[in-house]
Every structure is written in structure tokens, then in C-alpha cells.
């Protein structure tokens, strides 16, 4: 297949995509990823504080480096195909 080195970096770019903005939209939390997030409520009668924990996929730094990994051999899976097939 003469193009198949491209179908690799457009998948690559897509991921690279695709892991930035769901990063960066989803909190960039730069420590680890979280499932849950606790917040204090305060309750209304008591006017005690109680935490709350709520179920909420924050995305952190080793989703970001998982996703650049996939980018990276992507890449690299369309650099070689592109070498065996020759310039173009």
C-alpha cells in the first residue's frame, strides 16, 4: 500500500488531538488521574462542613503520557513504513 505510512501520522495526529484537548478540557491535573473529587458541603442546620465525594474522571499527567506514547509509535510505525517503501 503506497499511502499506508500516512494513515499512521494521521492517526497519530488525531490521538495527539484527540489526548491534548480531552486533557485540557477535563482539568489538566498534574498529578495522577482521579475517579472521584471531594468537595465540603456545608450542612444547612448545622452549619457543619461534611465532604462529599462525587464520582468525576479528572484526566491527569499519565493519561497525557499514555496518549504522547501512542503518538510516538504511531510515528514511528509510519516512519519505517515509509523507509521500506521508498521516497515517493
Not at 37 to 66: A, N
Given at each position: 500500500?503506497?499511502?499506508?505510512?500516512?494513515?499512521?501520522?494521521?492517526?497519530?495526529?488525531?490521538?495527539?488531538?484527540?489526548?491534548?484537548?480531552?486533557?485540557f478540557f477535563g482539568g489538566m491535573?498534574?498529578?495522577?488521574?482521579?475517579?472521584?473529587?471531594?468537595?465540603?458541603?456545608?450542612?444547612?442546620?448545622?452549619s457543619l462542613e461534611y465532604p462529599?465525594?462525587?464520582?468525576?474522571?479528572t484526566p491527569g499527567v499519565d493519561?497525557?503520557?499514555?496518549?504522547?506514547?501512542?503518538?510516538?509509535?504511531?510515528?514511528?510505525?509510519?516512519?519505517?513504513?515509509?523507509?521500506?517503501?521508498?521516497?515517493?
Amino acid at each position: 500500500m503506497k499511502y499506508s505510512h500516512k494513515i499512521f501520522y494521521g492517526l497519530g495526529s488525531a490521538i495527539a488531538l484527540l489526548t491534548l484537548t480531552f486533557w485540557f478540557f477535563g482539568g489538566m491535573h498534574l498529578g495522577w488521574t482521579h475517579s472521584n473529587e471531594t468537595r465540603m458541603e456545608i450542612d444547612p442546620v448545622t452549619s457543619l462542613e461534611y465532604p462529599v465525594i462525587e464520582k468525576k474522571f479528572t484526566p491527569g499527567v499519565d493519561f497525557l503520557t499514555v496518549g504522547l506514547l501512542a503518538v510516538g509509535l504511531f510515528s514511528i510505525v509510519g516512519y519505517v513504513l515509509k523507509r521500506k517503501i521508498g521516497p515517493q
